[in-house]
């Protein structure tokens, strides 16, 4: 299965589906792509290039293939939604399952990007069955999940994933911290009756 998380940010990745990625990536017939939307580049006051954390932590989680789309970091809405589109669908990249931004998110760049995966994946040429994730807990709506990943053998990965990313990673309560990621499957995965879940809406599925 041909499988693409096309996201905002990197550590989006990491937070939102990084142990569902790590147990699709570990099984030989899957090809994982990761599709970042942004430049990779942390924009004014700091100018942190953050690509090579981002590179080590699909390392870390078993994600060969990264593409960028070059767009600037919390800037999207400067972009008009074709172009972005256009940038995406010039990749060919053709997947059976994608996994994208939740559009219950306050950061406006993840909403920009859940929206653009709507459009890319219409199922015209293609089905593409699509799963939304949230990589933060900061939304403008609730997050109703309806699948469940159990990442209890993954767990571990994912946290180590997002300690690529250095100056990103923050001290608890901050969302971006090891025990958040462990805190918040451990909440999840009481839903879902596993020691560790990850939670995603179903955009889309087909059969
Ligand atoms: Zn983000």
Redesign the pocket.
Known sequence: MKIVCY???A??LV?GAGGYLARLAAEEENQVTAVFA?DGLMHPPKYTDTREWAKKACETLGIKEIKWLNLQNQRFDSYTMIDINQRYEALELKPDLLLT?SKN?L?K??RIIHESALVVTRPLKKHVNVLSFE??PWRVDPFMPQFYANITETLDQKIKALEAFKSEVRQWPHPRSGKAIKTIAAYWGMHAGYEYAEPFKVVQWFK
């Open positions: 996201c905002a940010h550590d989006d937070l942004t931004n998110q950061n760049d993840h990589a933060t």
